[in-house]
């Protein structure tokens, strides 16, 4: 039986099997040679098989057909005994044709080896936005860690990759005309290790920290991301969490003041509390002009994510120049300052041809630039989101409760990340303004491979099929027992997924969460599950 993650729109099995030949014969119209690439590398991992170009469909085991009635994403594939037909009208479509072809070959262990059940397959994902986003700032992985991850990522039919590239423990991207945020912003003498609320210094890892991308290495990733139909949005957060901003180049700081790249995590509440641009000083917005200058030739995606969040207005309420704005520009309050900056950068952003993206703090004010896209992680259905909507304004949907892959799985188990509706509010019609969905991977308390992954997998199959699968089809206990094969497939792999037996049982409930929600408990879940497999590391 065909065990597909995420599940197809449509799928119709069919009596027998088509197998695999030793020389597998492959013929593809020329719009879609790009995916023909993707499936030889995909069967060329087979033992014995290699790939052959065909010269006509006809004499070909498989066809890759331009279809033009089909829409950019959508694919159909056609499996019988003799042949695989793949009908799709570009890129898109065709590359996820391969990638349902690759778990057919790789996790369908019903079938006799190299052999795939015969069967129709029409495909098309729900949303235009299947996104995951990691956060490089706390913890640094590298080129290769996140290029597997893209690997991943266009297994499960995501594509898009949102790339947290700064924040206040550390700057993470080349700048050419700021060399301090690499000399100073990217390193810091420590790293904060436990929760939230305990902020001594016994807390903390003594050991100095660092790592940044180069512009080549940025240009490495991007194309390999599109290579797998990934777009890859980068985000530079502003005006708050800008520590590391602030230690490289203290003047675009309200007072000035030198500081060094935070060690503490924590965001308003918890964090430095009055780390922020000065909104008032024409050099901030001419060094983010600057940083947008760069990062837009190393990005062609039509978006740039400008974070937003948790921005501690205390400065700018003691800043005269923040002030002046405020009075020159007839600004209710702070909470508007914040909006004619985020309308600046908006603005700006638009002559490079990119749409603003902010978490939903954006929408605190009133004056948003219309084109703006709100990613939503607090409360979800809440007024502000509301009346975006109505307003034909666009959000994406990151609730954390649902989709944020840092939690551990006794608070946020795999079963709500599933069930997680995104066309759940009120208005009427509200599907058009949802453009997708987004899990995070905050890396506060998550320093390695082997522990992102275990936080990723297996929410990411959820979030692909909340992401892909028609709501109507969607089913909890018919999606696990599909995860079990698919659990078999990542295994092979070499990714070490949470065990099954904790993702929903509320394997912590022993330990008791505090208001402060303590991340220390997700380390705890870790260490304790890698225990049920006798063959694992210590972390
Ligand atoms: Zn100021």
Known sequence: MVKLIPLPVECTIRSGFFKLPNVVRIYSDSDLCGAKSVLKSILEKIDGVRCEDALDSGSSHVAFCYDRELSNERYILDITENKVIINASGFSGAFYATQTL?????????????????????????????????????????????????????????????????????????????????????????????????????????????????????????????????MVVPEIDMPAHFGAVLAAYPELGCRGVKIEVPIMHGGEKNGPADLIACAGNSDTYKFIYDVIDELAELFPAPYFHIGGDEAPKKEWKNCPKCQKVINDNKLKDEEELQGYFNNKIALYLKTKGKRLIGWNEILKSTSIDKDAIAQ????????????????????????????????????????????????????????????????????????????????????????????????????????????????????????????????????????????????????????????????????
């Open 102 to 230: 690759r778990q057919l070959f790789e996790s369908d262990s019903q079938s006799p080896l190299n052999n795939i059940q015969c069967a129709h397959i029409l495909d098309y994902p729900r949303y235009e936005w299947r996104s995951i986003m990691l956060d490089e700032s706390r913890h640094f992985f590298g080129k290769d860690v996140v290029k597997q991850l893209l690997d991943l990522l266009a297994m499960h039919k995501m594509n898009v990759f949102h790339w947290h590239l700064s924040d206040n423990e550390g700057w993470r991207v080349e700048i050419k005309k700021y060399p301090k945020l690499i000399e100073i912003g990217s390193k810091r003498r420590g790293t904060h290790f436990m929760a939230w609320g305990n902020r001594k210094d016994s807390a903390v890892d003594w050991t100095p920290y660092s790592g940044h991308y180069t512009q080549e290495e940025i240009k490495e990733i991007v194309q390999y991301a599109a290579e797998r139909n990934i």
């Open 376 to 539: 939503y992680w607090t409360l979800f259905r809440d007024k502000n989101a509301e009346r975006w909507l109505v307003t034909n304004g666009r959000i994406i949907a990151s609730k954390h409760q649902a989709f944020y892959f840092d939690m551990p799985y006794a608070v946020r188990n795999l079963k709500t990340t599933y069930k997680f509706e995104p066309s759940q509010y009120k208005i009427k019609d509200p599907n058009g303004g949802i453009l997708g969905v987004e899990g995070t991977l905050w890396t506060e308390w998550i320093s390695t491979k082997e522990r992102l992954f275990f936080q990723l997998f297996p929410r990411l199959e959820a979030i692909s099929e909340v992401a892909w699968t028609p709501r109507e089809k969607r089913n909890y206990a018919d999606f696990r027992s599909r995860l079990k094969s698919f659990i078999k497939l990542l295994s092979s792999m070499n990714i070490r997924p949470a065990p099954l037996e904790i993702v929903d049982t509320g394997f912590l409930r022993s330990v008791k969460i505090g208001k402060i929600f303590h991340l220390n408990d997700a380390h705890i879940e870790y260490k304790s599950a890698l225990s049920l497999n006798a063959d694992s590391e210590t972390p």
